[in-house]
């Protein structure tokens, strides 16, 4: 095939990379699965992720023995682009690897590319971290939060969460705190007989990343939505946080009158067997906001498919045909 005849699709995330590569028809060329291109993950921050993006980006393209120079666009959406200096230095970056035509921005934002028949609306995502990305009818974007719980009110995602578990229970078992059921299942899981050694063994979960992240969230749900009073605190509170930011951009951008679209993305919206954590999101929204109506959809195609999406629509130079969209959409579901 000529120079020039693919895209890249490219969601960065704090845990994991995903590459998808598409020809022009909205064929899959290939796909790669591999570790996080955050500089926010590297010890030598921005040095680290252009290495492991060089490395990524070589591996995907020299299987199928493409150049760089070969790829019509590429779309990056990635953790830990926040604010202008992270995207100016991740754009330098990019620009470093060789790709001819590319764009950057926030992880967030693919959720609206891939899950939103409208093209414009919220993306809440609750992954590892967690964000909230929104795009109006006329195109204006903007991100609140992805920065951390202390600054922006990034009150979920499964970091976030499994140590405001592991607080409800060292509040229990030390600190006079509310008692909850969480206390023997989180010490099972920790590998603990008893409390003795429980902070010992927080401290070191959280500095080397060790704990079992999704087996809390999941206990943390679970048990939430048996009434546990500490549990269902945690919840409320983080739907609540969650939902102020997804307001937040209604107020500050103009979605007119009709419903507006809200897609959650990212594996504690996606794939938590219990709904107890986006119903109450959802019913924050819609009290925070009562004269607006919302359509909540939850993202079935890897946020990979919108990088593809915005991707194409590079190098076609405007809107992807619906029948090229509804392709490469199908094929995302297949995938996911």
Not at 60 to 66: F, T, V
Not at 80 to 102: C, F, H, T, V
Not at 173 to 189: F, K, M, N, S
Not at 216 to 238: F, M, P, R, W
């Amino acid at each position: 095939m000529s120079p020039e005849h693919y895209v890249l699709g490219v969601d960065g995330g704090n845990s994991k990379t995903d590459y998808h590569l598409y020809d022009l028809r909205g064929c899959r060329i290939a796909q790669l699965r591999t570790g996080t291109c955050s500089h926010e993950r590297f010890a030598d921050g921005y040095a680290g992720a252009e290495r492991a993006m060089r490395e990524q980006l070589s591996e995907i393209l020299n299987s199928c023995d493409i150049m760089p120079a070969d790829i019509a666009a590429a779309a990056f959406g990635l953790a830990g682009a926040d604010i202008p200096s992270q995207k100016a230095e991740l754009n330098k970056i990019i620009g470093r690897l060789g790709l001819q035509r590319y764009v950057v921005d926030n992880d967030s934002f693919l959720g609206l590319k891939a899950g939103s028949s409208s093209g414009w609306g919220i993306c809440s995502i609750n992954g590892s971290g967690a964000c909230t990305g929104a795009i109006a009818p006329d195109g204006t974007r903007l991100q609140i939060g992805g920065v951390g719980s202390e600054l922006a009110g990034d009150e979920a995602g499964g970091y976030y969460l499994s140590r405001r578990v592991l607080r409800a229970v060292y509040d229990a078992c030390y600190r006079l705190g509310e008692p909850t059921a969480l206390c023997g299942p989180v010490l099972d899981l920790l590998g603990l007989p008893d409390d003795t050694l429980l902070l010992e063994r927080m401290v070191a979960g959280v500095t080397d990343r060790s704990l079992p992240y999704t087996e809390l969230v999941t206990l943390l749900l679970n048990t939430a939505e048996q009434g546990d009073a500490a549990a269902l605190a945690i919840v409320k509170q983080s739907a609540q946080q969650m939902a102020r930011s997804a307001a937040g951009c209604v107020q500050r951008l103009d979605f007119g009158n009709g419903a507006i679209e809200v897609v959650l993305a990212g594996s504690v919206w996606v794939k938590a067997d219990s709904p107890i954590l986006r119903d109450y999101f959802q019913r924050y929204v819609q009290q925070l906001l009562p004269d607006k109506q919302f359509r909540f959809s939850t993202l079935r195609v890897p946020p990979a498919t919108g990088a593809v999406l915005w991707a194409m629509e590079q190098a076609l130079g405007g809107p992807v045909p619906d029948e090229l969209r509804a392709s490469i959409v199908r094929d995302g579901q297949i995938q996911s």
